[in-house]
């Protein structure tokens, strides 16, 4: 099931709230502590508020008047508190109410308790920490689900992975009803795989709402991670990398995901540590994951196997699991060609093979593409702004020129620019030079494109950078970074889908 907390300042701003997210959630949590005035009668009567509005369909309401300790904004006196629960909960209308950890046994709630039994509203019995796991959460999560008839709940603000690895491993250990949440970005996972890991209910908010377990709206749960089709047989894929939340990929996957019919969710993961992210993909037994900067080589440790893509270009994006391992590969490097061979193979009678290309930057994506161009034959010059760099790129990928030669030289530099000109049927630019915010950036800003160049830009913000523009305006035929984009992630999702089909059958 999923809540929504409403974080708005007035009774009727939260109903309002509530009824525009309807179609995508199952009930509400009122934060009362953010109310700005809390007139205790029309507190009781919320629930009917909010139902009279909603063509009578019924919304469970948990009340929850969070202390500033706990990350609410309550700090007035704790009885009155107490009384304020206690009062609205006689009303009888709140399905839940919210009772934290510390006052179960001090005797402190016992009117709210008896209050809530009477009128038969559950109690949930909550935990928060902001400050990382705050201990061993699988003892705790056993000790509150010890409570009779009380639902227990741990809200943790995890700082790394292997944070966010304690709070699904007290998930996947407890049992019976329970709700593990977590907040921040390294608690964003858990938020998405409640249901698949066993929970009873998750939080979401309003995207514009102050709350601490805010960050994902409840329109996107639905649409884009299908959160209510989610279960405890759902195969769970990730994109992994620091930062991540601005990831494309969750949009990309998921969509093909739902389109293929598959009971399969793709989460973003923020890695800090790459040990403890394949300890939390072993207990989750994830099938499939997009691996993305700064992780692409230190993933490869971890990996069972690795095709010649991995080993040539030094870097892996996609893990797909294999038994009990995980094989890694790179779909860059195809994922770069298949717009460039399409091109060639309509530009040249023989395609790519035997033409010359030059490679503008010698970073880790330059890896890829080079790679990609000489293994179909393509002869190879790398420009770099440090040319050390260039040298080491080229002696790493030589052994793999087969069948075209691979040289280096300094971008910018006479015998670069000498180079460049026996390159030039093909004009590839790698750096981060163009891309968004610095869109000036250039560089070949000397170079006069001739027209017969084939540009390819792998920067895909903006679409169109300007040297790509500047090659098309004297008539080069282009190709935008986009392509190789999807191009990649396309090869991925054929992948993850293969390895589901194998999976399942
Ligand atoms: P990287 O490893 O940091 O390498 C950056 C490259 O840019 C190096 O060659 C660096 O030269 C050069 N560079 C940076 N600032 C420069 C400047 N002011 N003048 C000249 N050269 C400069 O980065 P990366 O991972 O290779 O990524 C590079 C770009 O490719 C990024 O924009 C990324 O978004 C894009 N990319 C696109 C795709 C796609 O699917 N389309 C995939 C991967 C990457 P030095 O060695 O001299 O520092």
């Known amino acids: 099931m999923l809540f929504q907390s409403l974080t708005a300042s007035t009774l009727s701003a939260n109903a309002q709230l509530a009824r525009e997210n309807l179609p995508w959630i199952d009930g509400v949590e009122l934060r009362a502590d953010l109310l700005s005035a809390v007139p ?22 948990i009340l929850t008047i969070r202390r500033r300790r706990d990350g609410g904004k309550y700090d007035d006196d704790e009885g009155k508190r107490l009384r304020l629960l206690q009062h609205a909960v006689e009303a009888g209308n709140f399905s839940f109410v919210d009772l934290e950890e510390d006052l179960s ?9 008896r209050a809530a039994y009477k009128s038969g509203t559950r109690v949930i019995r909550s935990f928060h920490s902001f400050d990382g796991t705050g201990g061993d959460l699988s003892e705790r999560l056993a000790r509150l689900s010890a409570l009779p008839g009380e639902i227990p709940r741990i809200a943790v603000e995890p700082r790394s992975t292997s944070d966010l690895l304690q709070l699904v491993r007290a998930s996947l250990q407890a ?24 929970n009873t209910l998750a939080f979401c908010s309003h995207s514009s709402a102050e709350s601490a377990e805010g960050g994902v709206d409840p329109r996107t749960m639905q649409e884009l991670y299908r959160y209510s089709t989610l279960n405890q047989s759902t195969a769970i894929y990730a994109v992994i990398g620091n930062p991540i939340m601005h990831s494309r990929s969750p949009a990309f996957h998921n969509s093909r995901f739902a389109a293929a019919g598959m009971n399969a969710v793709y ?22 994951v997009s691996v993305t900067i700064p992780h692409k080589e230190a993933v490869i440790p971890f990996l069972k196997e690795v095709d010649e893509s991995v080993t040539a270009v030094g870097a892996c994006n996609t893990i797909i699991r294999d038994g009990e391992g995980y094989r890694g590969t790179n779909t860059d490097v195809d994922g770069f060609l298949t717009p460039l061979a399409h091109r060639a193979s309509k530009k040249w009678e023989g395609g790519l093979a035997g033409r010359a290309a030059t490679v503008i930057g010698a970073g880790g994506a330059s890896r890829a593409v080079i790679y990609a161009l000489i293994r179909e034959g393509v002869n190879v010059c790398v420009l770099n702004r440090t040319e050390s760099r260039a040298r080491a790129v080229t ?17 910018g530099h006479p ?5 460049l000109s026996r390159h030039s049927d093909i004009i590839i630019q790698t750096t981060s030079l163009g891309m968004h915010p610095d869109t000036d950036g250039d560089p070949l800003p000397e170079y006069r494109f001739h027209g017969h160049e084939l540009v390819y830009d792998i920067v895909y913000n903006p679409p169109v950078t300007r040297f790509l523009s500047r090659a098309a305006e004297c008539g080069c035929e282009v190709i935008q970074g986009g392509e190789m984009f999807e191009g990649q992630a396309l090869l991925q999702a054929h992948l993850f889908q293969n390895a589901y089909r194998m999976r399942s059958s």
């Open 40 to 61: 205790p009668d029309a507190l009781g009567r919320f629930p009917q508020f909010l139902e009279s509005g909603t063509h009578q369909r019924s919304v469970p309401v």
């Open 415 to 419: 015998e670069g620019n000498n180079l």
């Open 105 to 113: 046994g001090s005797g402190s709630d016992e009117e709210v308790r």
């Open 395 to 411: 002696e790493d990928l030589s052994p793999y020129a087969r069948n075209a030669s691979l040289t280096w030289g300094k971008l």
């Open 267 to 288: 989460v973003p993961i923020k890695v800090d540590s790459v040990s403890s992210f394949f300890e939390l993909a072993g207990e989750l037994g994830m099938r499939g």
């Open 175 to 198: 049992r019976g009803e329970r709700i593990v949440a977590g907040m921040g970005d390294y608690g964003f996972p858990l938020r998405i795989l409640s249901p698949v890991l066993g």
